[in-house]
């Protein structure tokens, strides 16, 4: 049987983009073996986890869950980084993929464990995020200036290339990604585009008492759903620096619906306090209650320029939303490859309300069009045929 398994330090049990992959992939190859009872592929999850036990799902697809240490106050991460924690999966499965999908000591950890257990095994990464650029290069630069930020992103791609070291591909979601990481001598980077669920987010699940509660009674109050993680790198500073000039722009307040948690959460609820049409709805567990905002609101923003993929941009999308998206990364792939939205100029208030003014002011209706109509351009189902066409390739 072709056998894949899965590890990745980036999964949470309340993640967002890493979470939803995962989920995503597992409910493939679970669908697969019911479609194509002779495929012959079995998918094996490994699940940082409190203990460790296995659940058997199907045949298809197992979740080894492996005692992990968990990173103190809040955070949900835990950290698998151990041969001891390795070598028993793969020696349980001998795989004929290993996929690695977070880029800090896992890898080598994994190629060690591989190479005295299972030789046979194709090694296989999946860069979930730009930590050179994001975490390291553009932070550092920001704070100690252009110069020593570089230095550091070349660092830090030192870094990935030690740990990705005898891989045989990285497959990356973001063709800018994807090239950066040809540019740094990474290993065979691969495109694989991500999915989006085109049925479950869909202007079909606009709810027009929620519309008319969100206008509560002003039918051309601007409505946004902001469903990101709360950090400047999500853009929460420049949102909400922008509403009192988008007030004074608009000539009305604008109404935004804050979903999630992070560190600025602090900010986003005193806004919700300050301001009437600002409110904070906490975590979101459900998919259809996203969907529902989603679909019930004027526009989407898409400010991070550091996406790898961004899954909420085209989610978002999907549910006929044009976006301001910012002048980077997968945003700014998503917005200009669709034509359905606009391109913040400066990471500024300023500049965001703006862009957001001049989205409103656009012809909104083709935008929502355009937005929805490259949304269905990408699906799961593709992403991971193509993903396992690739596995069989690097199988041969």
Not at 60 to 71: D, G, N, R, T, Y
Not at 107 to 124: C, I
Request: aromatic share 12%; with cysteine; net charge positive.
């Amino acid at each position: 049987m072709f056998t894949i398994v899965d590890f990745n330090n980036f999964w949470s049990p309340s993640g967002g983009g890493v979470r939803r992959y995962h989920l995503q992939k597992m409910a493939f190859y679970e669908k697969l073996a019911s479609a194509s009872p002779d495929a012959g592929v079995r998918s094996v999850f490994v699940m940082p986890d409190s203990k460790t036990f296995t659940e058997v799902k199907s045949n298809s697809l197992i979740i080894e869950h492996v005692q992990a240490f968990k990173f103190p106050g809040n955070w949900e991460y835990r950290f698998i980084w151990k041969l001891s924690q390795v070598e028993p999966v793969l020696a349980k499965y001998r795989p004929d993929i290993i996929e690695v999908g977070s880029p800090y000591i896992l890898p080598t950890v994994v190629r060690r464990a591989a190479r005295r257990v299972s030789p046979e095994s194709k090694l296989v990464g999946f860069w979930h995020a730009d930590f050179p650029v994001t975490y390291v290069g553009r932070p550092v630069a920001k704070k100690l200036g252009v110069g020593i930020g570089t230095f550091a992103r070349k660092e830090a791609f030192w870094y990935a290339r030690k740990e990705f070291k005898g891989f045989d591909c990285i497959q990356a979601s973001s063709k800018e990604a994807m090239a950066r990481l040809r540019k740094n001598g990474l290993p065979d980077p691969r495109w694989i585009p991500l999915g989006c669920d085109i049925q479950m987010f869909s202007p079909t699940k606009r709810d027009e008492a929620l519309v008319q509660e969100l206008k509560a009674g002003c039918p051309e109050r601007l409505t946004i759903f902001f469903p990101h993680r709360h950090c400047n790198e999500k853009g929460i500073d420049l949102l909400l620096g922008a509403y009192d000039i988008l007030t004074q722009k608009l000539r009305h307040e604008p109404a935004i619906v804050f979903a999630g948690t992070g560190p600025s959460l602090p900010l986003v609820e005193e806004a919700a306090r300050k301001y009437e049409h600002v409110r904070y709805i906490g975590f979101v567990n459900s998919i259809d209650e996203m969907a529902r905002y989603y679909a019930s609101v004027d526009l989407g923003l898409a400010l991070s320029s550091w996406e790898t993929f961004g899954l909420s941009i085209l989610e978002s999308m999907a549910s006929g939303n044009a976006q301001v998206g910012a002048a980077a990364g997968a945003a700014f792939e998503h917005v200009t490859e669709s034509g359905a939205g606009t391109i913040l100029k400066e990471r500024t208030p300023t500049a965001l309300a703006d862009a957001i003014v001049e989205l409103y002011h656009s012809d909104m209706a083709a935008m929502k069009q355009k937005a929805r109509a490259y949304a269905e351009k990408f699906s799961w189902n593709d992403c991971f045929t193509r993903q396992l066409e690739l596995y069989r390739q690097i199988r041969k």
